[in-house]
C-alpha cells in the first residue's frame, strides 16, 4: 500500500485513488456510508447511512463518482430519482449526442410562452416543446416549489428531460428524471412499494429498521435552481 494510500485509509474507511473511493464490496460501501453519514458530509435527504449506501450504489451503476453524483441525485418513495444537469451529462458521456440546442418559445411581445429543445443523435433529429399552457394542464403552473420559485428554468428542464428519455432511453435506463417523473414517482409509489426501503435495511444488515424514504419536493425545491 502507497503511502498516499495508507494517509487516506487513516482519513476514511476505504482506499483513495485519483479522488475517488475504490470500493471493492458490500463492505467498503457500508463502511463509507456510515463514515459520510457520522460526518454529516452527505446532502440533505441522505439522512441515514442506508440512503448514502443506496446512493452509492446507484451511482456506480451508472458509473459515476460514488459521492460527488449523491448532489445530483435523491430517493423520493424509496426511488433513486436524478435530476438538474445530471441526465444531459450522461447523455453528453455516452458520446452520442451529435448537437444539442435549447431555446425559450415567445409570443409576438416577446413573453416567454413555452421552450423548446432540439436534440441530434446521428441522423435522427428530435425536438420537444413544453408550454406554459401544458404547465397549467398538468397541474405544474404556478405549484409551491421550483415551478413557482424557478418557472423559466423548469419549462427548459421539463423539456430537455422529456427530449432525453424519448432520444436516448438506452443511456438513462428509464431513470426517474425529477423534471418530468416526480409527479408521477410521487403519486404511484407508496410505502408498500417501497422496494428501496427494503433494500436499505437488508444491506446494513437491519432486519426491522424503519427509515423514512419520502424526502419530498421540499428537498428538490431547495436544491433545483
Known amino acids: 500500500m502507497s503511502e498516499e494510500n495508507k494517509k487516506s485509509a487513516e482519513i476514511v474507511p476505504v482506499l483513495i485513488e485519483a479522488g475517488v473511493p475504490i470500493l471493492k464490496n458490500t463492505s467498503d460501501i457500508v463502511a463509507l456510508a456510515k463514515w459520510v453519514n457520522s460526518m454529516q458530509m452527505a446532502p440533505k435527504g441522505f439522512d441515514s447511512p442506508q440512503k448514502v449506501a443506496l446512493g452509492i450504489m ?6 459515476l463518482h460514488p459521492l460527488l453524483s449523491l448532489g445530483q441525485m435523491f430517493i423520493l418513495n424509496g426511488v433513486p430519482n436524478i435530476y438538474g444537469d445530471l441526465p444531459l451529462s450522461l447523455v453528453r458521456r455516452s458520446g452520442l449526442l451529435a448537437d444539442f440546442k435549447e431555446e425559450y418559445l415567445r409570443d409576438k411581445d416577446q413573453n416567454i410562452i413555452g421552450a423548446r429543445c432540439t436534440s441530434k443523435r446521428g441522423e435522427m433529429v428530435h425536438t420537444t416543446e413544453f408550454t406554459i399552457e401544458d404547465a397549467k394542464t398538468a397541474g405544474l403552473w404556478g405549484k409551491a416549489g421550483p415551478w413557482k420559485q424557478y418557472p423559466k428554468r423548469m419549462l427548459k428542464l421539463r423539456t430537455r428531460s422529456e427530449n432525453l428519455k424519448d432520444q436516448f432511453g438506452d443511456i438513462l435506463q428509464g431513470i426517474p428524471i425529477m423534471e418530468y417523473d416526480g409527479d408521477r414517482v410521487e403519486k404511484e409509489v407508496g ?8 433494500l436499505e435495511s437488508e444491506l446494513m444488515g437491519e432486519e426491522n429498521g424503519e427509515h423514512s424514504n419520502d424526502i419530498g419536493q421540499d428537498l428538490y ?3 433545483t435552481a
Open 58 to 63: 446507484f451511482a456506480q451503476s451508472l458509473g
Open 191 to 198: 410505502p408498500k412499494q417501497n422496494t428501496a426501503g427494503a
Open 221 to 223: 425545491h431547495q436544491k
